[in-house]
Nanobody
Framework: VQLQASGGGLVQAGGSLRLSCAAP????????MGWFRQAPGKEREFVAA????????YYADSVKGRFTFSRDNTKNTVYLQMNSLKPEDTALYYC????????????????WGQGTLVTVSS
């Protein structure tokens, strides 16, 4: 499964960005899609996940109420709408795919997209 992430950029605090991740060759092994982020000097952390089948979503506490994860089955693309951005959201964001939510959150998958940089200025 090849994942193609896009949509990062520079935004002021309080602003919004939308990240996209296309998965043109998705299969059962990519039943769940997710976003992770890695800030400088920190470990990569889970941000959000979505199931292709029923669109169930899961969020890290730090982004609940601000980020919304959605998917478009017809385009095999997922979207992360990020609102009310904070400087602490600055990181390299990665999309990933896995066969299950638990495995995805554990980062137990080999399907990763390239990172897209999100920078939030104060």
């Amino acid at each position: 499964v090849q994942l193609q992430a896009s949509g990062g950029g520079l935004v002021q605090a309080g602003g919004s960005l939308r990240l996209s991740c296309a998965a043109p060759g998705r299969t059962f092994s990519s039943s769940v899609m997710g976003w992770f982020r890695q800030a400088p000097g920190k470990e990569r952390e889970f941000v959000a996940a979505i199931r292709w089948g029923d669109s169930s979503t899961y969020y890290a506490d730090s982004v609940k109420g601000r980020f919304t994860f959605s998917r478009d089955n017809t385009k095999n693309t997922v979207y992360l709408q990020m609102n009310s951005l904070k400087p602490e959201d600055t990181a390299l964001y990665y999309c990933a795919a896995a066969s299950g939510v638990a495995g995805l959150i554990r980062q137990d998958t080999g399907y990763w997209g390239q990172g897209t940089l999100v920078t939030v200025s104060s």
